[in-house]
Each structure stands twice: as structure tokens, then as C-alpha cells.
T-cell receptor, first 114, second 112 residues
Framework: EAQVTQNPRYLITVTGKKLTVTCSQN?????MSWYRQDPGLGLRQIYY???????DKGDVPEGYKVSRKEKRNFPLILESPSPNQTSLYFC?????????????FGPGTRLTVT | SQKIEQNSEALNIQEGKTATLTCNYT??????LQWYRQDPGRGPVFLLL?????KEKRKERLKVTFDTTLKQSLFHITASQPADSATYLC???????????FGRGTSLIVHP
């Protein structure tokens, strides 16, 4: 089944404790991206990648890191999480090229930082 | 700065009526405009795309229009059903990036 998977789905952690949220897609998509979603603010882009070893900042990259060493994986790293990073996070992928740029979203990771 | 506006107030309609949602944008020249549906706690799901040179696109009960002069897209659901209740997001693709930028979404509630 074509899908984007994220792990963990739920995470409660404490301020300053490094964490990684994994994202993997099995559709051989070129583009991958991370969004956070907060009430009243909608989906905001954190980082995106248009190819292996190519990443770019989105609208709200502060406090996050990403890497794209393989085409299928795009982990999101919080080196020192803070309470303002409490949010619902989505990973997405798309085919790229001259298609529809349809984004396929993962199920989301709900992160709470205390 | 680039801005995408969707009505933040929920749209309440009766079953069977046509729902119309609006997406306006400023300081943007999108090549594509997409519409997604999002259910609570779940990731958005792609519905339709319309290109800058297209005026209208249809898919089953859905219809999207795109007016690049007004910088506006309208999203219509005809013969609406309670199962159509969800948040609908518009997203713009263009400006050299192929990753969409999303609006905040409008909640649609269809009453039986």
C-alpha cells in the first residue's frame, strides 16, 4: 500500500531532551516536507527536500533540523525541544516533476513538550 | 509578504445544498492551486488541482474555479452530505517552489 508513515504517533517529552520523528514513504517520491499544525495558524512548512541531500528551510525552521540521506526517509530532529514546539506534525511527500504536486500526508505526530 | 486567506468562520449548511468555500491570495503568482480535505486529527487528503490557465475543474460533486485576476478560487460541493463535514484547505504551488503553501482552512458543517 502506498503510504507515508511517521513514528512515533504520540510523544510527550521534556524541555531540552533531543528527539527525532521519523518519516518514510514507499512511493519513490522526489519531494518530501514537514509541516506543523497549530490551532488558528493552520499548516506551516518547516523544511522541505526536493531530492536526496537537498534540503531547504520553510516558513518556520527555527529549532528544527532535517536530513535526506535516502530518498524514502526524511527525519525531523529537535535538538533541544521547547514548549512552543508542542504541536501536531505532518510529514508529506509528492512526486514532483510536472505532475499535480499532490501531497501525500502521513498520519501525524502529536508532540507535547513540558 | 505572501498571504493566503480562507474564511476562519465555519460554514454551516443544510444537507442537499451547495457549499461554497473561498480562497483568496495576495503577493503570489501560483502556477497551481490545490484543494485538500482534512478530518480532525488526520493528515490532509488531496482533492483537486487547478492550473493558472484553467478557469474551472470538476470532479464528481466538486467544482473549483480559479480567477487569477481576482486572485481567488472558489470550491463548491453540490448536493452536500453530512459526510462532507470537514476542514477544507487551499494550497498554492508556484514561485519556484514545488512544495505547496497552505491556507488555514475553512470548517464545513453539513446538517442533516
Amino acid at each position: 500500500e502506498a503510504q507515508v508513515t511517521q513514528n512515533p504517533r504520540y510523544l510527550i517529552t521534556v524541555t531540552g531532551k533531543k528527539l527525532t520523528v521519523t518519516c518514510s514513504q514507499n512511493m519513490n517520491h522526489e519531494y518530501m516536507s514537514w509541516y506543523r499544525q497549530d490551532p488558528g495558524l493552520g499548516l506551516r512548512q518547516i523544511y522541505y527536500s526536493m531530492n536526496v541531500e537537498v534540503t531547504d528551510k520553510g516558513d518556520v525552521p527555527e529549532g528544527y533540523k532535517v536530513s535526506r540521506k535516502e530518498k524514502r526517509n526524511f527525519p525531523l530532529i529537535l535538538e533541544s525541544p521547547s514548549p512552543n514546539q508542542t504541536s501536531l506534525y505532518f510529514c508529506a511527500s509528492s512526486l514532483g516533476g510536472t505532475g499535480t504536486y499532490e501531497q501525500y500526508f502521513g498520519p501525524g505526530t502529536r508532540l507535547t513538550v513540558t | 509578504s505572501q498571504k493566503i486567506e480562507q474564511n476562519s468562520e465555519a460554514l454551516n449548511i443544510q444537507e442537499g445544498k451547495t457549499a461554497t468555500l473561498t480562497c483568496n491570495y495576495t503577493n503570489y503568482s501560483p502556477a497551481y492551486l490545490q484543494w485538500y480535505r482534512q478530518d480532525p486529527g488526520r493528515g490532509p487528503v488531496f482533492l483537486l488541482l487547478i492550473r493558472e490557465n484553467e478557469k474551472e475543474k470538476r470532479k464528481e460533486r466538486l467544482k473549483v474555479t480559479f480567477d487569477t485576476t481576482l486572485k481567488q478560487s472558489l470550491f463548491h460541493i453540490t448536493a452536500s452530505q453530512p459526510a462532507d463535514s470537514a476542514t477544507y484547505l487551499c494550497a498554492l504551488v508556484g514561485g519556484g517552489s514545488y512544495i505547496p503553501t497552505f491556507g488555514r482552512g475553512t470548517s464545513l458543517i453539513v446538517h442533516p
